[in-house]
C-alpha cells in the first residue's frame, strides 16, 4: 500500500498530534458529549506539564528501553530513550477521574484494576532495566498476576453489579445472556485486551493515540447507563493525549509495558461495567489485528517446520505495524492510518447503539 501525497508518506510527529486532537474533538463534537472536554483537557495539560518533570527524572535513573536486534533496524537508533512513561500519565488521569467523580464506586473500581495492571507491567519494565534485556519477569508470572487483577475485579463486580451486567447487547437489538460463563469471558477479555494493547505498543504515539480514540469511543457508548465511566474515559484519553507530547515521533518517551497493560485493563474494565462488550471489540479492532497477526505468525512458523527446525514466517515480522515498517511504510505513516482507522471503528460504535 503506499500514498502519492508525498506529507501523507511521512507526515511529522507533531502533525500527528495535531491530527490526534483534531479526531478525539470530532469525536466529542460528533456524539454531542461536549461535557467531557474539560476534564479531557485538564488530564492533557496536567499530564504534559508533569511528563517535562517526570523524564528527565527517568533519564537520570537511566531506565532507558532495550531495543531488540532482530527487530527492525531503524529503531536501534532509540535505544536508551527512557520507558516507563505510563507512571506519569496513568496516575494523573486517575486521580483526577477519582476526585471528579467524587470516587464514584465504578470509577474506583476500573482505577483500581488499571493502577493494578499499571504496577505488573512498572514490575516487568523495571526487572528489564535491572538485567539490560528485553526479559522482564517470567511470562509465567505476568499472566498469574493479571489473571488475579481480572479475577478480583470480577469477583467485586459480581458482588455490586445487578444480573443484567451478564447480558451481552449486540447489534439489531439482540441480547446473548451468558449468565455465569459471562464471568469466564469477562476474565478473559481482560487479560487479553491489556496483552494486545501490549503488543500494539511499537512504534512512537501508535498504542497512546489508538487508545486514546479507543477510550473516548467507548466512554460516549457507555455514558447513557455509566455516565461516570464517560468521566474516566476522557480523564484517560486526555492523559493519553498529554504523553503523545512527549510520545510522537521522535520519541522522548515510551510508555513501556507500565502504560500499555493499564490502558488496555481500563478499556476492558469499562467494557464490562458498562455492559458493552460489543463495542469495545469494535473499538479494539487495531489491537485485535495486531494481536491475530502475532498468532497467524507463530501458527505458520511452527506449523511449515522443516527437519531443521526452521519454520516459514507469514509476515516478514508480527506484530503488524512492523511488518508494514518493512514493507517501506515510514512509522509515522503507520500511526497516521492506524488513528484514522480506530476514529472509524469508534464512530460505527457510537452510531450502532
Request: charged share 10%.
Amino acid at each position: 500500500m503506499s500514498f502519492s501525497v508525498p506529507s501523507l508518506k511521512q507526515p511529522t510527529g507533531t502533525s500527528l498530534l495535531v491530527l490526534l486532537t483534531l479526531l478525539l474533538l470530532l469525536l466529542a463534537v460528533f456524539s454531542s458529549s461536549l461535557s467531557l472536554l474539560l476534564p479531557f483537557g485538564v488530564c492533557a495539560v496536567l499530564s504534559g506539564v508533569v511528563g517535562f518533570g517526570v523524564i528527565p527524572w527517568l533519564q537520570k535513573l537511566k531506565a532507558g528501553q532495550i531495543i531488540r536486534e532482530d527487530g527492525p533496524q531503524s529503531h536501534l537508533k532509540k535505544a536508551g530513550t527512557p520507558t516507563m512513561g505510563g507512571i506519569f500519565f496513568v496516575p494523573v488521569a486517575v486521580l483526577v477521574a477519582l476526585l471528579w467523580s467524587k470516587f464514584d464506586p465504578q470509577v474506583v473500581a476500573v482505577s483500581l484494576l488499571t493502577l493494578a495492571y499499571l504496577a505488573i507491567g512498572g514490575v516487568d519494565d523495571w526487572q528489564i532495566l535491572r538485567q539490560q534485556s528485553n526479559k522482564g519477569i517470567s511470562p509465567r508470572m505476568k499472566l498469574i498476576l493479571q489473571i488475579l487483577g481480572a479475577v478480583l475485579f470480577c469477583i467485586w463486580a459480581f458482588v455490586t453489579q445487578n444480573d443484567s451486567i451478564t447480558q451481552i447487547k449486540l447489534p439489531g437489538s439482540l441480547i446473548l445472556s451468558l449468565g455465569l460463563l459471562f464471568w469466564i469471558l469477562a476474565g478473559f477479555v481482560l487479560v487479553a485486551e491489556s496483552n494486545a494493547t501490549n503488543l500494539t505498543d511499537g512504534v512512537d504515539g501508535l498504542a497512546g493515540g489508538t487508545t486514546a480514540i479507543a477510550l473516548l469511543g467507548l466512554g460516549i457508548m457507555v455514558a447513557p447507563t455509566s455516565p461516570s465511566l464517560l468521566l474516566f474515559c476522557a480523564c484517560l484519553s486526555g492523559g493519553c493525549l498529554g504523553f503523545i507530547i512527549h510520545n510522537r515521533n521522535p520519541a522522548k518517551v515510551f510508555m513501556g509495558d507500565t502504560g500499555s497493560l493499564a490502558l488496555g485493563g481500563a478499556l476492558a474494565a469499562v467494557g464490562i461495567l458498562g455492559q458493552n462488550l460489543w463495542g469495545l471489540f469494535l473499538v479494539s479492532g487495531i489491537f485485535f489485528v495486531e494481536s491475530l497477526s502475532v498468532i497467524a505468525q507463530v501458527s505458520y512458523y511452527k506449523a511449515t517446520k522443516d527437519e531443521n527446525g526452521k519454520g516459514k514466517r507469514l509476515l516478514k515480522m508480527a506484530p503488524l505495524h512492523h511488518h508494514l515498517e518493512l514493507s517501506g511504510w515510514a512509522e509515522t505513516q503507520i500511526v497516521g492510518v492506524f488513528y484514522l482507522i480506530n476514529t472509524v471503528l469508534g464512530i460505527l460504535g457510537i452510531v450502532s447503539q
